[in-house]
């Protein structure tokens, strides 16, 4: 079994990835948290995919346990959904021993996280992600939200799970959009802290893509390791953390500017290419790393340029809280595996490069298409 600790004091856990761990999830959720009663929440398809078969583990293993399923989608991570299951919480008279369980993307886990941060002061909480999002990125760091009408995530946490169960197996009946749109949060770790990995993406991209299970627990558990490192330095994102950030101040404007028609993970891909544009510009990379990185985001068949317009993105970028007194914070790389935080580039530069990176049109280049 592959793990990954999650160093924070006294709130550490354990991320372990193995395929078919699922079935265990009894055994390993009674000694990570001692409950005798769970609440596993979930949403319907997941729920007919994987949720019995986990209900059915915890019975054995002796866990009283019910399965509360909601609606698939964005629009579930609310306020109104976190009100509706604390209301199942009510009548399922859960106590403050109780564990919640999250089995899903990146929506479950945050919105359980939240019920699990919030009802009764908190309950032990256990991650079982199942989308390549919320395997790589989202189960790890114990930031939880529902979003609000003025903005994503607006009302959250930092929650840390007692225990992340990763089964690299589920992700053979994710739909294929969602695997690349994970893929580029995956290579986004890659170019922040590991070359290495890096490297191992540029050998072993097609194995991933045709879903073998060898290279995907290799590539889960790297990423769980890259992001827990990062976590663990700083876990409240008062500094370091913010490098995950790489690729997501263009990013962001990408998706407010397709008014969030696109997927997240197609957006931070092409921000990541202008991020690593702007750093060649600013002579912090040659040519040859800069294509290293297009060429590994282009083989994950995710898009690679954004064709919006100049002013548009400026309103979007102006917008990103990362702008203060004309001064832009960028996260920029200095070689694959290492980053910098600038914080002094000046809008005028930052103009420039959009001028020449979001108008560039070219069919040989894989545009971002909104959904
Ligand atoms: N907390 C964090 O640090 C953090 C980090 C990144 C993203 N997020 C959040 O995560 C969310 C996005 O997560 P996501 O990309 O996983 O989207 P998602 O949770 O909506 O899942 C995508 C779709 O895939 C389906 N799915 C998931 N796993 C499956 C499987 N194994 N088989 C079949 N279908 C499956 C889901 O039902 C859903 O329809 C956003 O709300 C974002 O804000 C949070
Ligand atoms: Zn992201």
Known sequence: MNEVKVNLKDNSYRILVEPGIL???????????????AVI????????????RVAAGLKKAGI??????????EKEKCLARASYLYDKLVKLRVDRKTAI?????????????????????GLPFV???????????????GKVAVNHSHGKNLIGAFYQPKLVLTDPEVLKTLPKAELTAGLAEV????????????????KNLDSFLRLDLEVMTKVVTANCRIKAGVVARDEKELGLRAILNYGHTFGHAIEAAFQYRVRHGEAVAVGMVGAAYLARRRKLIDEAEQNRIVNLIDRAQLPLVAVIARKLIKKHLLYDKKI???????????????????????????????????LKRSPALRQISSN
């Open 64 to 73: 009283n346990c019910h399965v509360l399923a909601i609606p698939a989608g």
């Open 187 to 202: 290579i986004k770790h890659g170019i922040i802290a590991d070359e290495r990995f890096f490297r191992y993406l540029e």
């Open 127 to 141: 991650q079982l992600p199942t989308s390549l999002v919320a395997q790589c990125d989202s189960s790890i760091g």
């Open 324 to 358: 203060s007194d004309n001064q832009v914070c960028f996260i920029l790389i200095v070689k694959i595996g290492a980053v910098t935080i600038e914080n002094g580039i000046s809008w005028d530069f930052i103009d420039k490069i959009v001028g020449e990176f979001f």
């Open 41 to 52: 929440i979930t949403n319907n398809s997941l729920n007919r995919l994987y949720g019995q």
């Open 101 to 121: 369980l999250t089995l899903g993307g990146g929506v479950i886990g945050d919105l359980g996280g939240f019920i699990a941060a919030t009802w009764m002061r």
């Open 23 to 37: 079935d265990q999830a009894g055994a390993l959720v009674k000694e990570a948290v001692a409950a005798k009663n």
